[in-house]
């Protein structure tokens, strides 16, 4: 089955203590992003890949690292979370870079206290 | 430089009646026009896409969209909501050929009642 998923769907953490919330899509997509969803906010993109080793800062990149060493995973890495990092995060492909079509994993919700 | 506007925040409806949820778009090139379904604790599901193939496009769940460039729109409809229909829906803009951004709306939230 066509699929991206996440790991974890739910995580509690503290403040400072390094996460990293993986990625994999295994329909040999190209171009794979990070989301963050948050009431009233919308959807905003926080990094972006379009193919192995190349990735681009989103508009709300601060605070977030990623990396693309293989094209199926797009892990998010979060070196020391804050409180307003609490949010619900999605990752998705598409078989067209910077197209509108993408496949969305099942979300992971994140609370950082 | 591209936007989208959703009209409404939230649309309630009667179970059996029809649905129609409002997308404004602008855009300096022309778009390629998306609808997303998130139902409650779940990822994005593309309902639907409108390519530059024909301007009525049909999705899943019997929704459907219609291109009408001379008003910049792109509402999703549907002829009978069901309950199953409760869900947030995002009208998405992006170019043909690009590596421009996609641009999603700010959400419509559907609520479908008895």
């Known amino acids: 089955e066509a699929q991206v998923t996440q790991n974890p769907r739910y995580l509690i953490t503290v403040t400072g203590k390094k996460l990293t919330v993986t990625c994999s899509q295994n329909?040999?997509?190209?171009?794979m992003s990070w989301y963050r969803q948050d009431p009233g906010l919308g959807l905003r993109q926080i990094y972006y890949s379009m193919n192995v080793e190349v990735t681009d800062k989103g508009d709300v990149p601060e605070g977030y690292k990623v990396s693309r060493k293989e094209k199926r995973n797009f892990p998010l890495i979060l070196e020391s979370p804050s409180p307003n990092q609490t949010s619900l995060y999605f990752c998705?492909?598409?078989?067209?870079?910077?197209?509108?079509?993408?496949?969305f994993g099942e979300g992971s919700r994140l609370t950082v206290l | 430089a591209q936007s989208v506007t959703q009209l409404d925040s939230h649309v309630s409806v009667s179970e059996g009646t029809p649905v129609l949820l409002r997308c404004n778009y602008s855009s300096s090139y022309s778009p390629s026009l998306f609808w997303y379904v998130q139902h409650p604790n779940k990822g994005l599901q593309l309902l639907l896409k409108?390519?530059?193939?024909?301007?009525l496009v049909k999705g899943i769940n019997g929704f459907e969209a219609e291109f009408k460039k001379s008003e910049t729109s792109f509402h999703l409809t549907k002829p009978s909501a069901h309950m199953s229909d409760a869900a947030e829906y995002f009208c998405?803009?992006?170019?043909?050929?690009?590596?421009?951004?996609?641009?999603f709306g700010p959400g419509t939230s559907l609520s479908v009642i008895p």
């Open positions: 998705a492909s598409s078989p067209l870079v910077g197209t509108g079509e993408l496949f």
């Open positions: 329909m040999n997509h190209e171009y």
């Open positions: 409108y390519t530059s193939a024909a301007t």
């Open positions: 998405v803009v992006s170019r043909k050929t690009s590596y421009d951004k996609v641009i």
